[in-house]
């Protein structure tokens, strides 16, 4: 039989100090579950048909990236950071997106949220 960690107690520890330390663990293990489930979700919703920047703003996105006394110099591939912002910009998007599912009743959403996920504290 393996023993954890988390469910050892020692005869010199107070129990209530180890019930309220094991019962933190769990209570943070399911957050964290439900954090890693929240970004993979967010992360794997496709971005194709999203809102892009316009060239406006990639053009003031990349003068300030690049005219910047430590970029100045040095010869930069602009398409990398395009490319890079991009993608934030369309991860930031689908967040927006799915937090105002998230926000549905469940009468709207239909049983399409997913089990046991929870939102992150604002």
Do not use: W
């Not at 892009?52 to 053009?59: G, R, S």
């Not at 003068?63 to 912002?85: C, Y």
Request: proline share 5%; aromatic share 10%.
């Amino acid at each position: 039989m393996r023993l954890e960690r988390i469910n050892l107690l020692f005869d010199a520890e107070d129990p209530r100090i180890f019930a309220k330390r094991v019962a933190q663990a769990h209570s943070e293990r399911i957050y964290a579950d439900s954090q890693i489930r929240y970004h993979f979700y967010i992360d794997c919703m496709p971005q194709q048909g999203l809102h892009e920047l316009d060239t406006e703003q990639q053009f003031r996105i990349l003068s300030m990236a690049t005219e910047n006394k430590a970029f100045k110099d040095k010869n930069i591939d602009k398409t990398n950071i395009m490319t890079e912002v991009q993608m934030d910009f369309g991860r930031t998007m689908n967040q927006i997106v799915f937090e105002n599912f998230m926000q549905l009743s469940p009468e709207e959403s239909k049983d399409m949220i997913p089990h046991g996920l929870t939102m992150p504290p604002k």
